[in-house]
């Protein structure tokens, strides 16, 4: 059965630079999804151009300015302003499945796990990803898996469910893309209750502010900065 509680409040924090083409979308789907629960959404901005930050104060988010460049740093930005006591991630991008929220938060709850991260890879339809972008994602799972002991199908995902307060024990320093590895390390290594959950991911609206190869050789140095 669905969680129905509003014991438990939620905050969704959602990084957007320029994403005026998908984000209406995302907050639709995200309102729909969690409509039965206490929650809060969060966007963490920086600098956008467009009418992102716009449309998002239309539809009922509380916006944040971070002027700090970074997806990392837009989510420790985020973490910071948090008052959920689970905190949800996604992207502004329409890729992840905002409407899996509620059945990830029942499993979280259910088998008492403290963070919960998504497996875009195992169900990856064609089309959805580039070979060039696929090979990447190997290459940084296989070097996290060998350097951190870890079992990882999807180490650079960005949709997590956790509960706020692992914030307290783990330590992210990063400010770029490689938090999303951070964070799991970060959270295996601390010994907090880990599950991978395989989830639907969709074809990118908008532009994307990742660079494949810049973020690709940045995010495999970080692999290896943080283990020695
Ligand atoms: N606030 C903020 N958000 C950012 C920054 N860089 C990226 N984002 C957002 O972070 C999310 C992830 O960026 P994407 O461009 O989708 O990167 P990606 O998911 O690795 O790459 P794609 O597979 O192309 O989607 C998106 O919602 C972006 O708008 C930044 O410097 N600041
Ligand atoms: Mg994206």
Known sequence: MENKSKDVKVSIIIPTMNEEESIAHVLNEVHEAVKHLDYEILIVDTDSKDKTVEIAKEKGAKVINEPR???????????????????VTL?????????????????????????ITCDRLSTLEKGVMSLQHRFGNWVLKTAMNLLFGMKIKDSQSGMWIFRRDILDDIELTSDGMPLSEEIKIETWKKGFITKEVPIEYRIRKGEKKLSSWRDGIKNLTFLFKKRF
Request: a negative charge.
């Open 69 to 87: 460049r970074g997806y990392g740093r837009a989510y420790k930005t985020g973490f910071e302003n948090a008052n959920g006591d689970l905190i």
């Open 91 to 115: 992207d502004a991008d329409c890729t992840y499945p905002a409407c899996d929220i509620p059945k990830l938060i029942d499993l979280l709850e259910k088998e008492r796990i403290d963070f």
